[in-house]
């Protein structure tokens, strides 16, 4: 089972990037998504998530208003659209697979963990 997280990099304050995690292996069509990311020297923070059917999404308040989580179970692909960015966003961005049909904030309710894709915010 494998979540590979993409479509990360070097972008300009203001600028944007879309995020991609594809799980192969299995599918997560049953279960909640979610993003967390890793600054250096910082812990692990949650950014968003999204359940099964995308009915319910969470985002973090740092985030709230620019990041954007969509699912595309077809294609067994979440995504994480960011917007505005800043440099205070910048860190390695890791996509996980929950536990239950819900996304949550806790990191402990996600079973499966991508490898993480880099964003970096600078000018």
């Known amino acids: 089972v494998q979540l590979q997280a993409s479509g990360g990099g070097l972008v300009q304050p203001g600028g944007s990037l879309r995020l991609s995690c594809v799980a192969s292996?299995?599918?997560?069509?049953?279960?909640?998504m979610g993003w967390f990311r890793q600054a250096p020297g910082k812990e692990r923070e949650f950014v968003s998530a999204?359940?099964?059917?995308?009915?319910?999404?969470l985002y973090a308040d740092s985030v709230k208003g620019r990041f954007t989580i969509a699912r595309d179970n077809a294609k067994n692909t979440v995504y994480l659209q960011m917007n505005s960015l800043r440099p205070g966003d910048t860190a390695n961005y890791y996509c996980?697979?929950?536990?239950?049909?819900?996304?949550?904030?806790?990191?402990?309710?996600?079973?499966?963990w991508g490898q993480g894709t880099q964003v970096t915010v600078s000018s």
């Open positions: 996980a697979a929950a536990r239950r049909a819900w996304g949550s904030r806790g990191a402990s309710e996600y079973t499966y």
């Open positions: 292996g299995r599918t997560f069509n049953n279960n909640g």
């Open positions: 999204i359940s099964w059917n995308s009915a319910s999404t």
